[in-house]
């Protein structure tokens, strides 16, 4: 497994070291925000799109072989940066990268839910989010490092040989799985699929946690610098709800595998503590910021394993790479939701009321759930007594 944890490690590091570098970038390659704005999105842009489409490619061909020329393909997009060494084919490799990424990405989760019984999901998800919140947390620390010492040439360097030693340590180390056969599936029947709240609860739920570790890693520092706060204390609250998503999520795991908690119950204390993050960021001061990190990352790493486990326990091991990919769409449009939808506020009113609005969000869902659940064991009790009565 310790080659799928690499995988999910190279895409987080991959989409984060070089977003994180390109705002202090100088000469040509950043020339305005809007240049910036649109480098960073080539990269989610194309996982959006691609990631789907992926995903059921590995179902019909294998998980190993997409895993496998993702890798490759990410060096390779990278490599073209290092070779041409000039600022109109960053544009090029960073597009490349994220087509590469939307190959692998979903294939690794598909084959961590292959290669595990259904009785070890939560613990497996967890350990594989675990290394991706490690990308997450390193790729900005590094790849700044890097981009100091040697520019963008260096960094691109290093991804390639990353890539490349990952691909090679899981074609040595990740056992061929073949295709299993599947049931002809029409596009109403996709739709049907996609629709079925057992897919939508936990991709929503993803969405949501991705939406807040999205605004925590953006706006924190904001309301940071506007409490009076330096550079190393909201890089530092940063870097705690990150960390604090990889010390819980494979404990979160653990702990759904041992039935100490439902993924339902853990989802919803996942939402419910990201929301009180949110809540939290609106206090002024340091405590306020400390408070959101802390918790935001502890919502995250609820949700993170226990939404994963929920979607591999519901699909038919044929068609985990498509909802695999499909839930990885819906991350990713969190992504870009959360931070808009703050930003979007923020900028007609406040931003205390831009994370209020996210926060309510992410509250109703718990709430939803719970009051749906209520009304069900109500209409069974009554059924119930019905039948007593009539019988």
């Given at each position: 497994?310790g080659?799928?944890?690499?995988?999910?490690?190279?895409?987080?590091?991959?989409a984060?070291?070089v977003a994180?570098?390109?705002?202090g970038?100088?000469?040509?390659?950043?020339?305005s925000?809007l240049?910036l704005?649109?480098?960073?999105?080539?990269?989610?842009g194309?996982?959006?799109?691609?990631?789907p489409?992926?995903?059921?490619?590995?179902?019909?061909?294998?998980?190993?072989?997409?895993?496998?020329?993702?890798?490759?393909?990410?060096?390779?997009a990278s490599?073209?940066?290092?070779?041409?060494?000039?600022p109109?084919?960053?544009?090029?490799?960073?597009?490349?990268?994220?087509?590469?990424?939307?190959?692998f990405?979903?294939?690794?989760?598909?084959?961590?839910?292959?290669?595990?019984?259904?009785?070890?999901?939560?613990?497996?998800?967890?350990?594989?989010?675990?290394y991706?919140s490690?990308?997450?947390?390193?790729?900005?620390?590094?790849?700044?490092?890097?981009?100091w010492?040697?520019?963008?040439?260096?960094?691109?360097?290093?991804?390639?040989?990353?890539?490349?030693?990952?691909?090679?340590?899981?074609?040595?180390?990740?056992?061929?799985?073949?295709?299993?056969?599947?049931?002809?599936?029409?596009?109403?029947?996709?739709?049907?699929?996609?629709?079925?709240?057992v897919?939508?609860?936990?991709?929503?739920?993803?969405a949501?946690?991705?939406?807040?570790?999205?605004?925590?890693?953006?706006?924190?520092?904001?309301?940071?610098?506007?409490?009076?706060?330096?550079?190393?204390?909201?890089?530092?609250?940063v870097?705690?709800?990150?960390?604090?998503?990889?010390f819980?999520?494979?404990?979160?795991?653990?702990?759904?595998?041992?039935?100490?908690?439902?993924?339902?119950?853990?989802?919803?204390l996942?939402?419910?503590?990201?929301?009180?993050?949110?809540?939290f960021?609106?206090?002024?001061?340091?405590?306020?910021?400390?408070?959101?990190?802390?918790?935001?990352?502890?919502?995250?790493?609820?949700?993170t394993?226990l939404?994963?486990?929920?979607?591999?326990?519901s699909t038919?091991?044929?068609?985990?790479?498509?909802?695999?990919?499909?839930?990885?769409?819906?991350?990713?449009?969190?992504?870009?939701?959360?931070?808009?939808?703050?930003?979007?506020?923020?900028?007609?009113?406040?931003?205390?009321?831009?994370?209020?609005?996210?926060?309510?969000?992410?509250?109703?869902?718990?709430l939803?759930?719970?009051?749906?659940?209520?009304?069900?064991?109500?209409?069974?009790?009554?059924?119930?007594?019905?039948?007593?009565m009539?019988?």
């Amino acid at each position: 497994m310790g080659a799928l944890w690499a995988a999910g490690f190279t895409t987080a590091f991959g989409a984060h070291a070089v977003a994180a570098s390109l705002g202090g970038a100088s000469g040509d390659a950043v020339k305005s925000l809007l240049t910036l704005g649109a480098l960073l999105a080539l990269y989610d842009g194309a996982e959006v799109l691609l990631k789907p489409v992926f995903g059921a490619v590995a179902d019909r061909v294998g998980a190993r072989p997409v895993l496998l020329a993702g890798l490759v393909g990410f060096a390779g997009a990278s490599a073209v940066y290092v070779i041409a060494d000039r600022p109109a084919w960053l544009w090029v490799a960073r597009l490349g990268q994220g087509a590469a990424a939307s190959a692998f990405s979903p294939a690794a989760s598909a084959l961590v839910a292959r290669l595990n019984p259904a009785a070890r999901h939560g613990r497996a998800f967890g350990s594989y989010g675990l290394y991706k919140s490690l990308g997450y947390t390193l790729g900005p620390l590094l790849g700044g490092a890097l981009v100091w010492l040697g520019g963008f040439r260096l960094l691109f360097l290093v991804m390639t040989v990353l890539a490349l030693a990952v691909a090679c340590w899981a074609w040595l180390a990740v056992p061929i799985v073949p295709p299993l056969p599947r049931k002809r599936q029409t596009v109403v029947d996709l739709a049907r699929r996609i629709t079925d709240p057992v897919f939508l609860r936990p991709t929503a739920a993803l969405a949501g946690a991705t939406a807040a570790l999205s605004v925590g890693v953006g706006f924190l520092p904001v309301t940071g610098a506007a409490a009076g706060l330096g550079t190393v204390a909201t890089g530092a609250a940063v870097s705690v709800l990150a960390a604090t998503s990889a010390f819980v999520q494979p404990r979160a795991g653990r702990a759904v595998d041992a039935g100490r908690i439902s993924t339902r119950q853990g989802i919803a204390l996942g939402l419910l503590f990201a929301a009180a993050g949110l809540g939290f960021a609106t206090a002024p001061g340091l405590a306020g910021v400390l408070l959101a990190a802390v918790c935001i990352g502890v919502g995250v790493g609820l949700i993170t394993p226990l939404g994963f486990a929920a979607l591999a326990a519901s699909t038919e091991p044929a068609r985990l790479g498509q909802t695999m990919g499909t839930a990885e769409l819906g991350r990713e449009l969190g992504d870009a939701g959360g931070p808009l939808l703050v930003a979007g506020i923020a900028t007609a009113t406040t931003l205390s009321l831009g994370y209020t609005g996210l926060a309510v969000l992410l509250a109703i869902g718990p709430l939803v759930a719970f009051g749906t659940g209520a009304v069900r064991r109500v209409q069974r009790g009554g059924r119930g007594r019905e039948t007593t009565m009539e019988g």
